[in-house]
């Protein structure tokens, strides 16, 4: 039996997963990522820590597998898009990484936006701005730590860091680059987009480019002490996480379409070629194959689920943790429409994406009175992202016929019909749950002859649940979306006479 490894570096927790020639989860391990904040709207990550995570959960997921670490062909890794992980010309760190979540470069991204730059960058790019991508945060250390762009030598992101701590190996690649954001026709760094951010100062610094299928180095002796891996052990460039995904559930071809309910929901499309339709919006990524994927995201995705709990509460199972399936039962309680009660799912301080672009942009519960119940607003949270997530898929040039589940909320046949009766689309499941260790993970046992190609190493994949729309409920959530989207756009101009009145409240110049 031969067997892969793969690493997902997510926001919240970093993951490590061996699977099996059959594509079967055989051991894996999750940990925590410790996030720092040292001003409001910060958000950092000490890279040491982060490493010591990853080699933890990689040790954790081989002994769980029952397995030699000789028996790992090779190794994948994916991780979060965006932020800047800097290093010295020694390997060391210069500062503390900056995540894609990060708020601080949100004055620079409203220059830009007022100086009419954004379309210019779209059209080369395919991307939109926000505050937390690379080129933005770039061209923030330019203004505000000079110094650390004196000390920096390589300009990394997450999953090419984590690489090279196993391999010394130094690069990234073209899913990556799309969210620097680079020049998305050619498949690499653009010169130009940089200089619009003020990022100009770095592009010496910016790392070669490799194919994310090919072997880019092999575990190195100290990485092998760290980590348990067997020195040697082949290492491929690997994925962004909205990309890795997308392989991991079989998301091959043009047309298939999935939704990660993560930190962000990803809703995404595959696209033959760079297809930056609706203009101005979302994103657009590099694919193995020649491929590309379409995203437009909900940022708030499962974050505002996590703000709900964390300020209202939940019931817990019996080790502390909140109690999902009580919590589906609680919501499944309430009327449709959640007894009149809609929630405009956005929290996340970088603002929206999707299917319009505000960084402005707030939410809230809209339609509460003295009938309203936990109940009711826990559906409509559920609900709210539904919504969100039909907004975006709405605003696509092409419907998808059916949608792909994947992330934790998957595991909920609750929302997972929820999802299907306001999309008005059968929704289904596959059974990589951890569809983003799974997507690097076959890139690994491609390069090292595990699979013969990446269709192999889908056909490990299968269908766990269907999801049908009920035409009834269906009809019914054509109503209450309509709603949704008169009250998001009443937010929308609240948000924009909040920020005038409370100009500094969340942004950190």
């Excluded at 001003?39 to 890279?47: K, T, V």
């Excluded at 619009?196 to 092999?218: D, F, M």
């Excluded at 299917?355 to 709210?384: I, M």
């Amino acid at each position: 039996m031969e067997f892969v490894l793969g690493i997902d570096k997510g926001t919240s927790v970093v993951k490590a997963v061996v699977f099996d020639e059959a594509g079967a989860a055989r051991g894996q391990a999750q940990r925590r990522v410790g996030v720092l904040s040292p001003r409001p709207g910060w958000h950092e990550e000490d890279p040491d820590q982060t490493w010591d995570l990853t080699a933890a959960v990689i040790r954790e997921a081989i002994a769980g597998a029952g397995i030699e670490a000789k028996d790992i062909k090779g190794v994948g890794i994916s991780g979060h898009m965006g932020g800047a992980w800097l290093i010295d010309g020694e390997g060391r760190p210069t500062r503390n990484a900056i995540c894609w979540p990060d708020e601080r470069a949100q004055p620079e991204q409203m220059e830009i936006e007022r100086a009419g730059k954004m379309r210019e960058i779209f059209a080369i790019s395919g991307n939109g701005l926000m505050p937390g991508i690379t080129a933005m945060l770039l061209g923030w250390l330019s203004k505000h730590e000079p110094q650390t762009v004196a000390g920096t030598r390589h300009v990394l992101c997450a999953k090419d860091y984590l690489r090279f701590r196993l391999t010394g190996d130094i690069g990234t690649d073209p899913s990556d680059v799309s969210f620097v954001p680079g020049d998305i026709d050619a498949r690499g760094f653009s010169n130009h987009v940089l200089d619009l951010c003020g990022a100009s100062a770095w592009i010496e610094k910016l790392p070669s480019i490799q194919p994310s299928e090919a072997i880019a180095g092999t575990v190195t002796r100290m990485a092998a002490e760290q980590t348990g891996l067997a020195e040697g052990t082949p290492v491929v460039t690997g994925l962004g996480d909205a990309c890795a995904n997308a392989l991991g559930v079989g998301a091959l071809s043009p047309g298939a379409a999935l939704t990660v309910l993560g930190t962000s929901c990803l809703n995404s499309l595959v696209t033959a070629g760079p297809d930056r339709a609706p203009e101005g919006l979302g994103f657009l990524f590099s694919m193995p194959g020649g491929h590309y994927v379409r995203i437009l995201p909900n940022t708030s995705g499962t974050i505002a689920f996590d703000w709900f709990l964390d300020r209202f509460g939940a019931p817990l199972t019996a080790d502390g943790k909140p109690d999902f399936t009580a919590l589906a039962a609680q919501a499944a309680s309430a009327p449709i429409g959640s007894q009149g009660v809609i929630f405009i799912p956005y929290v996340n301080g970088s603002g929206v994406l999707a299917p319009f672009h505000d960084a402005q942009a707030r939410g809230g519960f809209f339609g509460t009175g003295s009938h309203t119940t936990y109940d009711h607003l826990l559906r409509s949270v559920y609900e709210g992202l539904c919504f969100a997530t039909r907004d975006c898929f709405d605003a696509m040039t092409t419907r998808p016929r059916t949608l792909t589940l994947t992330g934790g909320g998957a595991r909920s046949p609750f929302w997972a019909q929820l999802f299907a009766d306001v999309l008005g689309l059968p929704i289904e499941t596959v059974s990589a749950e951890e569809s983003g260790a799974f997507g690097v993970a076959m890139l690994a046992g491609v390069a090292t002859g595990v699979w013969k190609d990446l269709d192999e190493a889908a056909g490990c994949n299968r269908v766990t649940a269907r999801y049908e729309p009920d035409a009834q409920r269906s009809a019914d959530y054509d109503d209450w979306f309509g709603l949704y989207q008169d009250a998001r756009d009443v937010y929308r101009r609240y948000s924009a006479r909040r920020a005038a009145l409370k100009t500094g409240l969340e942004v950190v110049v």
